[in-house]
């Protein structure tokens, strides 16, 4: 019992190291435009996370570092002047076996690629639809 203990969260944090280091170096090290970790219940008002942030016009896509714990769906709305996106991301996980072992990764799934028109404000609001205890990586990167 101990060993499973203490085996599942090396396996979770490996799981993490995996998905992160898996990612196209020219992904890893995008332009960074707008980052949360979502971690802590304390970054929620009413349960859901808000901000806003200036955005140029362009080709922007979304990446996640998620983990077992993560909220399973997770909600995205993007408002500006002349823009508006809005998305339910799911968390999927694919069992990985090795010869000696077993271990999970976990992405989000939806529309990662958006396109916005013209420089704005954009406002931004993150629902884990109740999970706010699981923690997850949210960047918008430049394309």
Avoid: C
Avoid at 18 to 44: C, K, M, Q
Avoid at 106 to 118: A, D, M, P, T
């Amino acid at each position: 019992m101990n060993k499973k203990i203490v085996l599942i969260p090396i396996i979770m944090i490996i799981a993490t190291f995996v998905t992160i280091f898996s990612l196209d170096p020219s992904e890893r090290n995008g332009n960074v435009v707008f980052h949360v970790t979502l971690a802590d219940s304390g970054l929620y008002a009413n349960g859901v996370y808000t901000d806003t942030f200036t955005i140029n016009e362009g080709e922007y896509s979304f990446r996640f570092v998620p983990n077992g714990s993560s909220p399973e769906i997770l909600s995205i709305i993007l408002n500006g002047e002349n823009f508006d996106f809005s998305e339910d991301f799911n968390l999927e996980s694919t069992l990985h076996q090795t010869g000696t072992s077993e271990y999970l990764t976990w992405k989000y799934v939806g529309q990662e690629i958006i396109l916005i028109s013209e420089m704005q404000e954009v406002f931004i609001i993150i629902n884990p639809n109740g999970n706010v205890i699981g923690s997850v990586s949210v960047d918008i990167l430049e394309n």
